[in-house]
């Protein structure tokens, strides 16, 4: 079985529209599952917080950044709370 990082790397190197699917059915599982967690977002939430960020960017009030970007950055965070 793939570790998570392996998944994730194979997942970015798909393309855009594969991606995009791939991303749409991750969403999809996590508002399904809203129910069996507690702390979960709801998708109205979800819905709501992706137009406000989307709104602040058309307005020039926040800046995009590439996705690759991001995770990587998210996984070197995660690498550091791993290893005090």
Known sequence: ???????????MSLPPLDRAFVAAALEDSLVENEEAAADSISGDELLDEL????ARYRSGLS????????????????????NP
């Open 1 to 11: 079985m793939l570790s998570r990082d392996e998944l994730l790397q194979q997942a």
């Open 51 to 54: 137009k406000r960020r989307s």
């Open 63 to 82: 800046k995009a950044r590439p996705a690759a970007e991001v995770m990587a950055e998210l996984m070197r965070r995660q690498r550091n709370e791993s």
